[in-house]
């Protein structure tokens, strides 16, 4: 499960050739196949979006939905979301770094970007079931229970309460099908990551 998370945090990642060099997509159905069908369905589904759409197309998109300069359509930052609702955009940040500061995830110095994107979520949830798989390899309930309890402050407490409105935005934004695939698929593995703990 975790490596799959790891690959879906990387399609958020500006779409490059090393996509299909890398054999990202063939991965990322290889992981989903060990967890559920649907993933599978669905990861197949992601690679038939990507190889069916031109790189520039993709591109275009990509900046369309995720950078702007105007009129961004899916900002894939959950402060800019919560923002929306009127929380403090410096409260929702405190409470991910505390978050990320608790679960002994640091990011790296050399991202250029915010901590609240949805690639570092992502990640940090990938840090996190790693490390309950390696818990429950070794039987460590101490740690399963406090890795169990990360996650869910991770899925409650952040994702679930703006990766429904980014999945929406893009849905409605997209005009390549990945983008679209990209955001169901992530919403489907979250929903099937909240249940593995």
């Known amino acids: 499960m975790a490596d799959m998370c790891r690959l879906?945090?990387?399609?958020?990642?500006?779409?490059a050739p090393e996509f299909s060099e890398e054999?990202?997509?063939?991965?990322?159905?290889?992981?989903?196949?060990?967890?559920?069908?649907?993933?599978?369905?669905?990861a197949r589904d992601l690679k038939s979006a990507f190889e069916s759409a031109a790189p520039q197309d993709l591109l275009v998109d990509y900046a369309h939905l995720f950078l702007g300069?105007?009129?961004?359509?899916?900002?894939p930052y959950e402060s800019?979301?919560?923002?929306?609702?009127?929380?403090?955009?410096?409260?929702?940040?405190?409470?991910?770094?505390?978050?990320?500061?608790?679960g002994g995830f640091e990011v790296d110095p050399e991202?250029?970007?915010?901590?609240?994107?949805?690639a570092v979520e992502l990640e940090f949830l990938y840090t996190l079931l790693?490390?309950?798989?390696a818990a429950v390899r070794d039987e460590?309930?101490?740690?399963?229970?406090?890795?169990?309890?990360?996650?869910?402050?991770?899925?409650?407490?952040?994702?679930?309460?703006?990766?429904?409105?980014?999945?929406?935005?893009?849905?409605?934004?997209a005009q390549c099908r990945f983008y679209r695939e990209l955001a169901d698929l992530t919403a489907l593995f979250v929903?099937?990551?909240?249940?593995?703990?």
């Open 111 to 118: 991202f250029r970007d915010l901590p609240d994107h949805l």
């Open 69 to 75: 300069p105007v009129g961004t359509l899916a900002v």
């Open 130 to 133: 790693f490390r309950r798989a």
């Open 23 to 42: 054999r990202l997509f063939d991965s990322l159905i290889e992981s989903a196949g060990h967890i559920d069908a649907d993933l599978a369905a669905r």
């Open 8 to 15: 879906l945090a990387a399609c958020y990642y500006e779409p």
């Open 191 to 197: 929903n099937v990551a909240r249940s593995a703990g």
């Open 140 to 173: 460590g309930d101490a740690a399963l229970k406090e890795l169990d309890s990360l996650t869910e402050r991770l899925i409650v407490g952040h994702l679930d309460r703006w990766l429904p409105d980014f999945q929406t935005a893009v849905l409605e934004g």
């Open 80 to 102: 800019a979301w919560l923002a929306k609702g009127g929380e403090s955009v410096v409260d929702v940040m405190q409470s991910l770094d505390d978050l990320y500061a608790d």
